[in-house]
């Protein structure tokens, strides 16, 4: 049976969607490369910080209401061992949302890059997330919200799997030059 859906959990929801959509510019490019000639990568590329920002302010109305709601113990060692995977995605989701300007693209440099890769980090934490704490009393959003982030996760891990394989044929191409010449 499903439980209705209360405002926290459509706030975790929207966060968790506009947080797939920042993921899918890359993903659809070297997944989908058919997709390089369409304008949607592109216009999600442009706004991807913006919506990025989005998702974290969702997210912070989720968690806000959640502490509410729950009367949370900060104080207790097993609040965080209970919520691990929210705490540490939040955390992740910060940072990126305080790095996501230019200053800090130019101040951070090459380390900016480093630092909002842990945005790959905290899309397996929200498989978990979602699925260990949605467990047992399911919205009606929730197989949506389980089938959004496990698709873009297997989609990432296609993804990657590609370039690793792209990248392993470029270098077999420059090694099977460098022994021609």
Known sequence: MLDT????????????????ITLLPTTLRVV????????????????RRQIGVVAFLFALGHGILLVRKRNFDFFALQTYWIYVQGVVTFIIFTLLTITSNDWSVKKLKRNWKKLHELTYLAMFLLVWHVIDKMWGHWS??????????????ILFI??????????????????QLTINN
Do not use: Q
């Open 5 to 20: 859906t209360p405002v926290a959990n459509h706030l975790g929801f929207f966060a968790l969607i506009s947080y797939i």
């Open 32 to 47: 989908f490369p058919r997709t390089k000639k369409t304008e949607i990568p592109k216009l999600l590329l442009k706004y």
């Open 140 to 153: 009606y959003v929730t197989p949506f919200g389980i089938l959004g982030i496990t698709t873009i996760t």
């Open 158 to 175: 296609v993804r990657r799997l590609r370039e690793r394989r792209n990248k392993v044929s470029k270098l077999k191409s420059i090694k």
